[in-house]
């Protein structure tokens, strides 16, 4: 199971940390993803970090603002956000792959295995 947490109301320019926690142990050997889903729009692709944390992969239109990292011995991934902007609006969802992936296939929602509930940021201008 993967809690995802640590959205709320920033104001545009303005940093959040979202934190994606799980309980077991396995973990620490799954891709994690985070996706978006924007009000009325699919959910997207923001950005994913390999089992190691060695391999990352970003969404062009978050990459050089958003940071992913992951903390294997606390079974927790983050995802640092700065530059806020408000197009950065959305429900943030977490995912954890068991299959092993790199480059292009981080993005493909159909190849995660677990999701977490969501947590919103909202971005005000």
């Known amino acids: 199971q993967l809690q995802a947490s640590g959205g709320g109301l920033v104001q545009a320019g303005g940093s959040l940390r979202l934190s994606c926690a799980a309980s077991?142990?396995?973990?620490?050997?799954?891709?994690v993803g985070w996706f978006r889903r924007a009000p009325g729009k699919e959910r997207e692709f923001v950005a994913a970090?390999?089992?190691?944390?060695?391999?990352?992969y970003y969404a062009d239109s978050v990459r050089g603002r958003f940071t992913i990292s992951r903390d294997n011995a606390k079974n927790t991934v983050y995802l640092q956000m700065n530059s806020l902007k408000p197009e950065d609006t959305a429900v943030y969802y977490c995912?954890?792959?068991?299959?092993?992936?790199?480059?292009?296939?981080?993005?493909?929602?159909?190849?995660?295995?677990?999701w977490g509930q969501g947590t919103l940021v909202t971005v005000s201008s």
């Open positions: 995912a954890a792959a068991t299959k092993y992936l790199l480059g292009y296939y981080f993005k493909m929602k159909a190849l995660y295995d677990y």
């Open positions: 077991e142990r396995t973990f620490s050997s799954y891709a």
């Open positions: 970090i390999s089992w190691s944390g060695g391999i990352t």
